[in-house]
């Protein structure tokens, strides 16, 4: 029988792509996805847990689907990282949910959802799996309707940085082999994709663990060479396994988009100490300067956090500094959100929510400068856009990307999408740049 699946995602990219994970293979067993939750007979969670805040969004979203519940019937589940986290905790605190599903077992979905139809049980399953097969993907059938897509190359974390949960809940670092991986951005580009971004929570980190296999810098030149895909990015990579191989492919691979997320975390050395993050300060900017010496237009965005525990002023006027001194391109700042499990609960002086809030309203105005500054060095430049739709707020306009992430609109039709067109930058705002295209000779606009 035909049903509808509702999918709600929070979180990183890693949850966006689990979701259209678990959605390809629910189209295989008869289901539909559909944007309106009153209609789902399946209705799914797919959870955060790497701060408090999301965390609790799962807990009001389910209050919203309980009526539901009892109305039809419908069935509901919660995957991802809070799934995982607390397991049949869930389904203690939860009397109406039937299924919680950890970051492992997104392969076995069809199956736990068909013990629930048939056993009308309640199912748990949040086992770690040694195999690796949680990490293979089905592949599209038909195209795409979509110009680009994530691509999950190696998942899990062993860094255990001491404020994070994620090693908890998405296990130690895995990697995807090479072959599966090329094969599947192989069939990517013969279903229509440009562009490929490839995911983990630390790529740089690729192929550890795995007998005789390429590093992510060559992974990177082997993806280099699939033909039709016109770009590469990737999200996230750990300052301490930046290697000089990958600082060089930024130069030598033309595929490979000139950005990289690089988390900083913090710019003072004891904090970085306490965190566990395995660098210091002047290793993390040394980094960034062979990144600018080898090419010279990448984009730097990176994470941080303000009010770890200890976090005193001069430790904040540091990471001050050192946002001053790289000037990234755009920053993901948030303030430190204890989790239970991790080593920095454990740590004395924890900081008053007052000092870290205005602490991250500091940083957060500061960093609005610098991104309008970032972007309103692009104007007047010609910066190749790949065409990603109609923009949301006209449709006269198209959206895309430059090669350095920065989102630009311009008037442009709908028959641009998928390609790449040289656009002249006109006006930069702070979260995005206006521009034109280009024209050959006055008058005549070049036709794709
Ligand atoms: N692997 C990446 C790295 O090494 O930086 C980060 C992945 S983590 C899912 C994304 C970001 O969430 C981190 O970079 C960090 O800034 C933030 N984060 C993680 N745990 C946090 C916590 N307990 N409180 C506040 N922010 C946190
Ligand atoms: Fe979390 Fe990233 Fe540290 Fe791993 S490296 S523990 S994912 S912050």
Partial sequence: MHKLVYIETYGCQMNEHDSERMLRLLEGFHYTETKEASQADLILINTCSV???PEHKVYSA????????????????VAGCVAQQEGERLLDRVPYLDLVIGTHAIPMLAQLLE????????????RFDRSGEYLKTLLPEKPLAKVKSYVTIMQGCDHFCSFCIVPYVRGRERSRPSSEILEEIRHLAEMGVKEVFLLGQNVNGYGKGLEGEVDFPSLLKRINGIEGIERIRFTTSHPADLSDGLIQDFSALEKLCEHI????????????????RSYTRESYLERIGRLKEACPSIAITADVIVGFPGEEEEDFKETLDLMEKVKF?????????????????????????????DRLSILQKIQREITLE?????????????????????????TGRTRSNKIVNFPGHVNLVGNLIPVHITKAYPHSLRGERIRANAGCEIEI
């Fill in 62 to 77: 389910l209050g919203r689907f309980r009526k539901l519940k009892e109305r039809k019937g419908t069935v509901i589940g």
């Fill in 115 to 126: 013990r629930i139809e048939v056993s009308g049980q309640r199912v748990c399953e949040t």
């Fill in 51 to 53: 701060r408090e805040k």
């Fill in 374 to 398: 970032r972007n309103q060095a692009v104007e007047g430049r010609v910066e190749e856009v790949l065409v990603e739709g109609l923009s949301k707020q006209s449709d006269q306009d198209v």
């Fill in 261 to 276: 997320h690089l988390p900083f975390q913090s710019g003072s050395d004891r904090i970085l100490k306490a965190m566990h």
């Fill in 329 to 357: 391109d755009d920053l993901f700042s948030f303030k430190y959100s204890p989790r239970k499990g991790t080593r920095a609960t454990q740590l004395q002086n924890q900081v008053e929510e007052k000092i870290k809030q």
